[in-house]
């Protein structure tokens, strides 16, 4: 998993205005009284900041940079240095349009694996369209623990291969939170390099050096989430149904199918009892490197308790849920305790057998109070020995 400070946030949709902040075009909320980081940094070099009453993102067509060099660490990759840009504006009046964001950047780790990623989300006026892209480069020297769901630490492969990603999806409002649209996604996998024989990855990649899967995308989704990086009181059901063709540059010819629901159940201004469902189905062929994997999903947190990749297999259900607590009245601090179970299916049985869980606890530090965004500090413990600390900037689901 990719646990650097960058993770999933950059990853996810950035948000319309803080939730629930618009009724009938106006502003209700009071992030006046709220603190983040930004706020404790100037408070500590006796700095005054001049702002206006929220937000200078609210003027349609206001471009906000911000760069966000950082450090990080990853249980596949180590110690992480990451350098992230982030594009924010409004196409719109943010009363009935959302935020939209141009994210790019590079991460490093000292295990010499380098991610560049180039990621889109750009809403039109009044949400009716959103363009989503997300396009990477890896260069990804990491470890493969096999198919199946009870595999263990100890027996890997170290594997070797560039990677490139190219998502592109236009979505089209059609009905209140409705959405549907249609896309293209490549996965191109090249240079494989397999540096031992533990685990069946040879016997399944059959001696690959490069695969591409290529193929038309079809999205259904309903979304009542208003602030992505936090939600609160809000739903999201979503299906991705993938075709990869020869005829578009597949290997093979293999079908995809991806079903998520998230629901969340707002207690309190600072409380949050949430729920994520995640799950994969492949049939036909699919190559090695684009079977589901834990932490290959979206966001890259699916599995907490457990290194990426750890379980991986032809077709994978995964649950979590999670209770956000706050610790302080001003939402400077809060915090978290989660548990999720993820199984994939054996192979080549291709049966559902057993089940990986994990739980742990975690730190919220508020980190922008306009969109909400939390830095998040977790712990999880898993199956087998298995545990480790997992950050993101933005909540994992």
Same mark, same amino acid.
């Given at each position: 998993?990719?646990?650097?400070?960058?993770?999933? +946030?950059?990853?996810?949709?950035?948000?319309?205005?803080?939730?629930?902040?618009? &009724?009938?075009?106006?502003?209700?909320?009071?992030?006046?009284?709220?603190?983040?980081? +930004?706020?404790?940094?100037?408070?500590?070099?006796?700095?005054?900041?001049?702002?206006?009453?929220?937000?200078?993102?609210?003027?349609?067509?206001?471009?906000?940079?911000?760069?966000?060099?950082?450090?990080?660490?990853?249980?596949?990759?180590?110690?992480?240095?990451?350098?992230? =840009?982030?594009?924010?504006?409004?196409?719109?009046?943010?009363?009935?349009?959302?935020? /939209?964001?141009?994210?790019?950047?590079?991460?490093?780790?000292?295990?010499?694996?380098?991610?560049?990623?180039?990621?889109?989300?750009?809403?039109?006026?009044?949400?009716?369209?959103?363009?989503?892209?997300?396009?990477?480069?890896?260069?990804?020297?990491?470890?493969?623990?096999?198919?199946?769901?009870?595999?263990?630490?100890?027996?890997?492969?170290?594997?070797?291969?560039?990677?490139?990603?190219?998502?592109?999806? &236009?979505?089209?409002?059609?009905?209140?939170?409705?959405?549907?649209?249609?896309?293209?996604?490549?996965?191109?996998?090249?240079?494989? &390099?397999?540096?031992?024989?533990?685990?069946?990855?040879?016997?399944?990649?059959?001696?690959?050096?490069?695969?591409?899967?290529?193929?038309?995308?079809?999205?259904?989704?309903?979304?009542?989430?208003?602030?992505?990086?936090?939600?609160?009181?809000?739903?999201?059901?979503?299906?991705?149904?993938?075709?990869?063709?020869?005829?578009?540059?597949?290997?093979?010819?293999?079908?995809?199918?991806?079903?998520?629901?998230?629901?969340?159940?707002?207690?309190?201004?600072?409380?949050?009892?949430?729920?994520?469902?995640?799950?994969?189905?492949?049939?036909?062929? +699919?190559?090695?490197?684009?079977?589901?994997?834990?932490?290959?999903?979206?966001?890259?947190?699916?599995?907490?308790?457990?290194?990426?990749?750890?379980?991986?297999?032809?077709? =994978?259900?995964? =649950?979590?849920?999670?209770?956000?607590?706050?610790?302080?009245?001003?939402?400077?601090?809060?915090? &978290?305790?989660?548990?999720?179970?993820? /199984?994939?299916?054996?192979?080549?049985?291709?049966?559902?057998?057993?089940?990986?869980?994990?739980?742990?606890?975690?730190?919220?530090?508020?980190?922008?109070?306009?969109?909400?965004?939390?830095?998040?500090?977790?712990?999880?413990?898993?199956?087998?020995?298995?545990?480790?600390?997992?950050?993101?900037?933005?909540?994992?689901?």
């Amino acid at each position: 998993m990719v646990i650097s400070i960058y993770a999933s +946030a950059q990853i996810n949709k950035l948000p319309s205005p803080p939730q629930d902040s618009y &009724v009938q075009g106006k502003r209700t909320d009071s992030i006046a009284e709220q603190k983040d980081l +930004a706020d404790i940094f100037n408070k500590l070099i006796k700095r005054s900041v001049k702002s206006g009453p929220d937000s200078s993102l609210e003027k349609p067509g206001k471009v906000f940079f911000s760069l966000a060099p950082a450090a990080g660490y990853t249980l596949e990759g180590g110690p992480t240095a990451t350098v992230i =840009m982030n594009a924010s504006f409004y196409t719109n009046n943010p009363a009935n349009t959302n935020l /939209s964001v141009f994210t790019f950047g590079a991460q490093y780790s000292v295990d010499k694996q380098l991610i560049l990623p180039v990621i889109s989300n750009i809403w039109s006026k009044d949400n009716r369209f959103d363009w989503l892209g997300d396009w990477r480069y890896y260069n990804y020297p990491s470890k493969t623990y096999g198919l199946g769901t009870n595999n263990s630490l100890s027996t890997i492969d170290q594997v070797n291969y560039s990677y490139v990603k190219v998502y592109q999806e &236009v979505l089209r409002h059609f009905s209140s939170n409705y959405y549907a649209g249609i896309g293209y996604n490549l996965d191109d996998h090249y240079s494989i &390099v397999d540096y031992g024989d533990a685990t069946d990855f040879q016997q399944y990649n059959k001696g690959a050096t490069t695969t591409i899967s290529s193929g038309p995308v079809i999205h259904l989704m309903y979304d009542s989430r208003t602030n992505i990086n936090n939600p609160k009181d809000a739903l999201l059901a979503s299906i991705i149904y993938r075709t990869n063709f020869t005829f578009l540059g597949s290997d093979q010819n293999w079908q995809y199918l991806l079903v998520e629901i998230r629901k969340y159940f707002k207690l309190s201004s600072h409380d949050v009892l949430a729920f994520w469902s995640w799950n994969e189905f492949t049939n036909g062929p +699919a190559p090695y490197f684009d079977l589901p994997s834990n932490q290959w999903d979206t966001y890259s947190n699916t599995g907490r308790g457990y290194i990426q990749g750890f379980y991986r297999g032809k077709s =994978m259900v995964y =649950m979590e849920g999670e209770y956000r607590f706050g610790i302080t009245r001003n939402g400077l601090f809060g915090g &978290v305790v989660f548990a999720n179970a993820g /199984s994939v299916t054996q192979w080549p049985s291709n049966k559902f057998e057993y089940i990986d869980p994990g739980e742990g606890l975690g730190l919220r530090v508020k980190f922008n109070k306009y969109s909400d965004v939390n830095l998040c500090i977790d712990y999880a413990v898993g199956l087998y020995g298995s545990h480790g600390f997992f950050f993101n900037l933005g909540e994992v689901f």
